[in-house]
């Protein structure tokens, strides 16, 4: 992976590693500079598009719009982007496409970006309050905890997967195993980010046991629900699009909000204090909106595993370390990876030969984001241990 | 609000601690305006408890602090930030901050809910960052930067706060001497030119003589001294403190007490050392 950050945490500052001594390919942001670093104006750490950043947010939008035009043109009757492209714009070249594209494939498509985004946004928050690279809605507990409110209120027949209900249980769900991550990882006032993740995966652990064990107490939805964990964009309607949005935008608008809390907290617990912040009111802030967040996409597409580990550490050499920079890339970043996979899955689908179309087995997206995200984790631990 | 004869800074009553353990009870501590304090003392004494309680770092278990005469528990925390800056001991930067977005946290109780920095928002930060020289690795990562040009960078986020009383826990730990002078003699001209009011836990006795205008020696929570440095550094004082035989010499360029340990006054399991 190219996308892991340049510095090594913590211990890349050596007692001694004066500041002269400047890699060679860092380049200075003071445009005055002596390029061997001057004692007055040392060249910047920074990544270049750390200063532009509107400039990328826009470049993202772009790429993403692509990505999204893409998506749009696959199934099992393949469009060109000018055919597609055609369609948004109101001038179909064959009536059906715009039945095909808007009516069929749109949903899905705006919902892995917006999926997407979410759970980036979700990771970015909780790495920085945490100060944990590793954090992740998934790798915390969080989406298991969504996980098991759901598949419990279906087998008791309160929710159903496009119900608007569905979000406000996954949430409660995702708060109570959020909290109880929270309460074993501080309880005693220490905070231990590498015991933290260990108690969202075994919370996680436990969550899979309790969904197995209702899943087989209630065998009738056994299949759909085993893909839905997973992590799948199959089958997805403007029903579904529906119950999503409206919870995007509050999730969202109540991150975003955030970001100046969790920049804080992010220099630490103390200094946090220091400066006249909560640190405990910001935890249980951030700790909300990414329960939010993650219960809102599970929902709608199953818990996809590792979206919001990958979008942080994707965009971060780009654009540095700061969360007021890395949490709106991560948006991008995030809805970019799983419209990306749902297009890999949807690829690998297609390519392999069918009989017919519906009976066709679908390719998880989930399990092209684990495939993406699983290497990645392996790699940062390894970092990490050395 | 203030009157002019009121300490910037007093615990009264002061009981703190962690768990079921009580590190200082009953303790009493008026800070003038204007001064630099010194606690001093040996390991798991309560300087930096008692330190961090003053800061409300640490929840206080009885007793009050009071800033400028007011109840801290009755302030709101960003009221509190912008009167006293602290900065604790041995802070840890989290990767890939920059100088610049490092000090401009010490904005944060006097800024907004939203918006960006504002004017004197940035002024404040190249004014610290001036101070503390760290104006020119304004753009480098903290966590790249040797220790005594982060701790600079520390200070120069405490200084961002614009506060007129300044707490600092064991500022130069882990600094060689040649840094440990640079930054105490830095917090001294800052002192003289702002008309600070520092409070500081120092290990070294020579320092915190020579730094400052006055001394509590604490022990287990108690106030064993409290005076100018040459009627706190004493050879009795040291012994009763520290545990240590030392003499104790006037440096004959400052004019402050420097101390000479020679053995630790009680500890028969630990042999003579023989000199000759």
Redesign the interface.
């Known amino acids: 992976m190219t996308a892991l950050?340049?510095?090594?945490?913590?211990s890349?500052?050596?007692?001694?590693?004066?500041?002269q001594e400047v890699r060679s390919n860092e380049r200075s942001?003071?445009g005055s500079d002596p390029p061997n670093g001057s004692?007055?104006?040392?060249?910047?750490?920074?990544p270049r598009a750390a200063h532009r950043l509107t400039w990328w947010i826009t470049l993202a939008a772009l790429l993403l719009l692509g990505l999204l035009i893409l998506h749009l043109g696959m199934g099992s009757a393949p469009l060109t982007p000018a055919e597609v492209t055609a369609a948004l714009t109101g001038r179909p070249i064959e009536p059906w496409h715009r039945d095909v594209v808007i009516g069929l494939r749109m949903p899905r498509g705006l919902i892995a970006v917006t999926a997407g985004a979410m759970l980036g946004v979700a990771g970015a928050h909780l790495q920085a309050v945490t100060?944990n690279?590793l954090a992740d809605p998934g790798l915390l507990g969080v989406s298991a905890g969504a996980v098991l409110a759901v598949v419990v209120g279906a087998s008791f027949g309160l929710v159903s997967v496009s119900s608007g209900w569905t979000p406000v249980v996954a949430t409660g769900g995702a708060l109570a195993s959020g909290a109880l991550v929270y309460w074993l990882g501080w309880h005693g006032g220490a905070a231990d980010a590498t015991r933290f993740v260990l108690n969202g995966v075994l919370v996680s652990a436990i969550g899979s046991a309790l969904v197995a064990v209702v899943l087989t107490l209630d065998g009738s939805t056994f299949g759909t629900v085993l893909r839905w964990i997973v992590g799948t964009l199959h089958a997805r309607t403007w029903e579904h699009w529906q119950v999503l949005w409206p919870w995007a935008i509050v999730s969202l608008v109540i991150a975003l909000?955030a970001i100046?809390g969790a920049?804080?907290l992010?220099?630490?617990y103390?200094?946090a204090?220091?400066?006249?912040?909560?640190p405990t009111r910001i935890r249980l802030a951030v700790f909300g909106s990414a329960a939010l967040l993650t219960a809102g996409a599970v929902c709608t597409v199953g818990a996809v595993g590792f979206v919001g580990l990958v979008a942080a550490h994707l965009v971060?050499p780009l654009v540095?370390?700061?969360p007021a920079r890395v949490i709106p890339m991560a948006a991008f970043a995030g809805a970019a990876l799983l419209l990306g996979a749902d297009i890999v899955a949807n690829g690998l689908t297609f390519a392999i030969p069918g009989d017919q179309i519906g009976g066709r087995a679908s390719l998880p997206t989930g399990a092209v984001t684990a495939l993406v995200g699983g290497p990645l984790l392996l790699a940062l631990i390894l970092k990490e241990r050395r | 609000m203030t009157t002019p004869s009121a300490p910037a800074l007093s615990a009264i009553g002061l009981g703190v601690g962690y768990g079921s353990r009580l590190v200082a009870a009953d303790l009493h501590l008026h800070v003038d305006a204007g001064s630099w304090v010194a606690l001093v003392g040996r390991n798991g004494c309560g300087k930096s408890t008692v330190l961090r309680a003053l800061s409300r770092l640490m929840p206080a278990r009885s007793g009050q602090i009071l800033l400028d005469g007011q109840a801290i528990s009755s302030l709101p925390t960003r009221e509190i930030a912008r009167r006293m800056a602290v900065l604790p001991q041995g802070p840890q930067p989290p990767a890939g901050i920059t100088v610049r977005e490092l000090v401009e946290l010490g904005r944060h109780p006097h800024r907004a809910l939203l918006g960006p920095l504002s004017a004197a928002d940035r002024e404040a930060v190249e004014d610290a960052m001036n101070l503390t020289g760290t104006a020119e690795y304004a753009h480098r990562y903290v966590d790249r930067l040797s220790g005594g040009e982060r701790q600079r960078v520390w200070l120069a986020l405490a200084l961002a706060q614009q506060t007129d009383l300044l707490l600092l826990d064991e500022p130069t730990t882990f600094l060689d001497i040649g840094h440990q002078l640079e930054v105490l003699d830095l917090v001294a001209r800052l002192r003289a030119a702002r008309g600070l009011t520092v409070v500081t836990v120092l290990h070294d006795l020579g320092h915190a003589a020579r730094y400052a205008d006055r001394m509590v020696i604490l022990d287990e929570g108690r106030i064993l001294a409290d005076g100018r440095p040459e009627q706190v550094v004493t050879p009795e004082l040291v012994r009763r403190a520290f545990g240590v035989e030392a003499t104790v010499l006037t440096d004959p360029v400052t004019g402050t007490p420097v101390v000479l340990p020679h053995t630790p006054a009680s500890s028969p399991h630990v042999p003579q050392v023989v000199r000759s």
């Open positions: 950050p340049q510095t090594r945490g913590r890349g500052g050596v007692p001694g590693a004066l500041p942001d003071l004692p007055r104006g040392l060249p910047s750490d920074l100060r690279v909000g100046r920049t804080v992010w220099s630490g103390d200094v204090t220091a400066v006249g912040a909560h971060r540095g370390h700061h």
